[in-house]
Nanobody, 124 residues
Framework: QVQVVESGGGLVQAGGSLRLSCAAS????????MGWFRQAPGKEREFVAA????????VYADSVKGRFTLSRDIAKNTLYLQMSSLKPEDTAVYHC?????????????????WGQGTQVTVSS
């Protein structure tokens, strides 16, 4: 079993920045692929970004490309999502997810463990 805990959400003005953290218990991060998804009220959960087990591959949704950046600290077993140039449409609950399989996954169904989420609100 892997426990996933997100933190770092909050209220920020448009154009501002936030850094989300995702701490995963259990094995080292190199054993897992990881991803971020977000869900706004009344909308489906959507893919934001993902990183492969090796850390050698990262992908981003077109809506956040160039503004969001993934990184990870192996020693702390933590994945980060640096979010810059935030827009009101980025407002959502952001969930971190962990998968045991190889490669990059874009679908929520391909992830095995989820955190409770952290709220990000961007005011205009």
């Amino acid at each position: 079993q892997v426990q996933v805990v997100e933190s770092g959400g909050g209220l920020v003005q448009a154009g501002g920045s936030l850094r989300l953290s995702c701490a995963a218990s259990g094995r080292a991060l190199s054993a897992y692929g990881m991803g971020w998804f977000r869900q706004a009220p009344g909308k489906e959960r959507e893919f934001v970004a993902a990183i492969s087990r090796s850390g050698g591959s990262t992908v981003y949704a077109d809506s956040v490309k160039g503004r969001f950046t993934l990184s990870r600290d192996i020693a702390k077993n933590t994945l980060y999502l640096q979010m810059s140039s935030l827009k009101p449409e980025d407002t959502a609950v952001y969930h971190c997810a962990v998968r045991r399989g190889p490669g990059i996954a874009y679908s929520p169904g391909h992830y095995d463990y989820w955190g409770q989420g952290t709220q990000v609100t961007v005011s205009s």
